[in-house]
């Protein structure tokens, strides 16, 4: 029987690398870089003077943009658009299905005077609302199918861009979300929420040190990792095609065990895939400047500059379309999943989190003397405070199915929420936890003397990297490492935003109580922030996340340590988050349980999609092929038999054994499935489910693996169906 496994793989090695080159395009980068944003000085071009103000004022200073505005900038808008070339515009937002949504329409607006003459326009109106079906999006019970209205609303501070296509050319707005009661139904609503509460509770403590600060900006640079196989491959995968993981797969000899993919050369058909689409996305003004091999085989990354934190995830959502579009020209796939392959790395999607003022200035940022700098200390500490006392809030915001295959793996942060501070700033915290402010605690850059023969001083960092924590503080910022590399970074902003900011304002309040009473504004400061952090430096951690040890620590310290998602996310249910939002008025009491449901439903479906595959490729891929392996070695046998081999023949006999065993283990753990599966939907309700599917249906995907993957060494290698680990991550 043709096997087209071997097919594909001979077509792959007669193509080369000739599949997809890269488009030449002999141009600076400073050239490209947003020629399809419609920018501010691109808007300045197109707006008047007074709109174009007007316009910049609220957004500045957090204001609602007026109509008036709003016709003006849609004149400009749809001018700039059609002089490029679009012939539609949309709104684009970020419903909960995690992914972004797009309903478009011509900006052509037929005439009905019976002369057959029409006109392109864009009103004010039009920029400002749109109206698609808001039934079909996850609600978590906010609307029924009946209640089909929802609405679309222009954000003002994120730029419009043009999308192109090999059809044509389209106008993207970016928006919000939500229902006819004006109930958040997106991720982009509440990010907005806590910025602005962010930047009025960071700007009041600024303003006890300069008066002058008019506002703070919560600022991320998110780091993307990633996995790309060759397309035929994947499309001989149903579990990549369907999941956007390998249910099934024995681990490649080679994996990553010398480590000579990291920082290695890139292949050639990568690079040229890489420059397309970072081409791409600098037109459409996403700053990513940095590319590299990342440790698994056929994983990579890409990092930008780091932007204000709205724009910052727009470009990411914008980059993972780019990057999936881009790849299909190359005949490649990107695998965005946290988990892809087991055995080698999975994928996470670094966000590096800091604020700063409207002067520029890092609030995270320790300068020469931290031990003497009242604000750093002020923010740090406050920061680390909202962590400890959020912490389960904060796993809950990055509990996701995939991300359950990643944390607490030997490459991810463990499930355990902590913060690693650095040797030198742990030093800092432990010298003013106990004396307050102290002077000449120089911690500016060192050089480290080499003593090598022609090469320049190593300048060394006030901290050290720590890949084991979820959220360390990495010299002038924090990298929230723990997000998923397929998962809109909004959730888990938010929620940071909101933690910080909900910390800010009590110790805001702490510090004016006592001022009132006549303590010296400083020392009022420094014996606030002293309670905070004894308080809450049990969530300090500067040793390695990764070890058991770790674990029992963590638990006397009374961390929590929630290992998959349905655990996690009752965190969303615990009274202080309802309070912490409803008190912020991010969310309201229903709008918390709608999102919790959606997270449960979601990870109900798609734990439903495995195990479904698993059933299927358990039977017409794995087992069918374990079968016509067995009927070539019973014709082996009965040759062997007839020649009287008969030792020879029981060694073949016993590896039919063998082979028979595990697919018999293979059907009675499909049942056992099945089985679990249907007690767990019997429970009626998506958390019920939830839980039984993690506790008793999700082991049995184990079990069938282990005899699946075990057939796979067994069965002849023309005989097996599916591509091989080791030509999925090393051929391309």
């Given at each position: ?9 001979e ?5 080369g ?9 002999k141009?600076k ?21 007074g709109p ?11 204001k ?26 949309t ?10 949504a ?19 326009g ?9 109206e ?11 609307r029924n ?5 929802g ?21 993207y ?7 006819y009661?004006g109930?958040a ?31 703070v900006?919560?600022?991320?640079g ?11 491959l ?13 249910l ?30 970072e081409?791409?996305s ?31 995830i ?33 994928s996470?999607?670094?966000?590096n ?6 002067g520029g ?11 003497n ?10 920061i ?48 003013f ?15 480290l003397?080499?003593?090598?023969p ?7 960092d ?6 084991t924590s979820?959220?360390?503080?990495t ?5 929230f490492r723990?997000v ?13 935003n ?49 070890t ?8 006397k ?10 655990k ?34 979601e990870y ?11 059933k299927?490729?358990?039977t ?18 009965k ?16 590896t039919v ?8 283990n293979?059907?009675?753990n ?20 939830a ?6 249906v ?24 599916l ?5 999925l991550?090393?051929?391309?």
């Amino acid at each position: 029987m043709e096997n087209i496994r071997y097919n594909t793989l001979e077509k792959i090695k007669s193509n080369g690398s000739s599949n997809g080159k890269a488009t030449e395009e002999k141009k600076k980068i400073s050239e490209i870089f947003g020629k399809g944003v419609f920018s501010l000085s691109v808007m300045k071009e197109y707006i008047p003077e007074g709109p174009y103000s007007d316009l910049l004022s609220a957004i500045k200073h957090d204001k609602k943009v007026s109509y008036d505005i709003a016709e003006s900038v849609a004149k400009g808008l749809k001018r700039w658009a059609m002089d490029r070339g679009a012939t539609h515009f949309t709104h684009w937002f970020q419903p909960l299905t995690n992914l972004t949504a797009e309903k478009h329409d011509a900006f052509y607006k037929p005439s009905f005077d019976g002369m057959g003459n029409g006109i392109e326009g864009l009103s004010g109106a039009e920029l400002i609302q749109r109206e698609p079906d808001a039934s079909s999006f996850p609600s978590g019970g906010l609307r029924n199918t009946a209640e089909a209205r929802g609405y679309t609303i222009w954000d003002p501070s994120s730029p419009a861009f043009i999308l192109k296509t090999e059809a044509g050319k389209t106008l993207y707005i970016p928006s919000i979300f939500i229902s006819y009661t004006g109930e958040a139904l997106d991720h982009k609503t509440p990010l907005l929420k806590s910025s602005a509460l962010l930047d009025k509770a960071a700007t009041a403590v600024c303003n006890y040190f300069d008066s002058g600060v008019e506002y703070v900006t919560a600022t991320l640079g998110w780091e993307q990792e990633y996995f790309v196989i060759d397309a035929g491959l994947y499309k001989l995968r149903p579990d990549l095609m369907l999941t956007g993981r390998t249910l099934f797969g024995n681990k490649s000899p080679k994996g990553q065990q010398l480590e000579d993919q990291y920082f290695g050369s890139i292949p050639e058909r990568v690079q040229n895939f890489m420059m397309d689409f970072e081409r791409e996305s600098l037109k459409l003004g996403i700053p990513v400047l940095t590319r590299h091999n990342e440790v698994a085989p056929n994983q990579f990354e890409c990092a930008p500059m780091f932007e204000e934190l709205n724009v910052a995830i727009d470009h990411n959502l914008l980059l993972m379309d780019v990057m999936n579009r881009v790849a299909r020209k190359h005949g490649l796939r990107v695998l965005l999943h946290e988990k892809p392959f087991a055995g080698v790395n999975g994928s996470g999607k670094h966000n590096n989190w800091s604020m700063a003022t409207d002067g520029g200035k890092n609030l995270l940022s320790p300068g020469n003397d931290p031990g003497n700098n009242l604000q750093f200390l002020t923010f740090f500490i406050n920061i680390v405070k909202g962590i400890h006392t959020y912490e389960e809030l904060i796993r809950a915001s990055i509990a996701t199915p995939g991300n359950d295959h990643r944390l607490g793996a030997n490459e991810a942060p463990p499930a355990i929420i902590s913060v690693f501070t650095g040797l030198q700033i742990a030093d800092v915290l432990k010298e003013f936890k106990k004396s307050g402010l102290v002077k000449n605690k120089n911690a500016a850059k060192k050089g480290l003397g080499l003593n090598i023969p022609k090469i320049p001083e190593m300048t060394l960092d006030n901290t050290d990297r720590n890949r084991t924590s979820p959220f360390p503080f990495t010299g002038n910022k924090f990298e929230f490492r723990a997000v998923g590399s397929s998962a809109n970074c909004s959730p888990a902003m938010m929620v940071l935003n909101t933690i910080v900011a909900n910390q800010l304002i009590e110790f805001t309040q702490e510090v004016d109580k006592l001022i009132g009473k006549k303590v010296n504004k400083e020392k009022a400061m420094v014996g606030v922030l002293q309670k905070y952090l004894k308080e809450s430096e049990n969530i300090i951690y500067n040793g390695n996340g990764y070890t058991a040890e770790w674990e029992k620590e963590a638990k006397k310290r009374g961390l929590s340590n929630h290992k998959n998602t349905p655990k996690a996310l009752q965190a969303l249910l615990q009274d202080k988050t309802v309070k912490l939002f409803e008190k912020h008025q991010i969310f309201n009491k229903r709008e918390v349980h709608a999102r919790y449901e959606i997270c449960m439903e979601e990870y109900v479906k798609k734990l439903d999609i495995e195990a479904e595959l698993i059933k299927e490729m358990a039977t017409n891929y794995i087992n069918s092929s374990a079968y016509a392996y067995v009927n070539k070695l019973t014709s082996d046998y009965k040759g062997l038999k007839e020649m009287g081999l008969t030792q020879h023949a029981e060694s073949i006999k016993q590896t039919v054994d063998e082979i028979l065993t595990h697919v018999e283990n293979i059907k009675s753990n499909v049942k056992k499935l099945e089985t679990e599966l249907h007690k767990a939907h019997a429970k009626g309700n998506a958390t019920g489910a939830a839980f039984a599917i993690a506790e008793k249906v999700r082991p049995t995907f184990d079990d069938i693996r282990t005899s699946a993957d075990a057939l796979e060494i067994m069965v002849e290698d023309s005989a097996w169906k599916l591509p091989k680990y080791r030509e999925l991550l090393f051929i391309l």
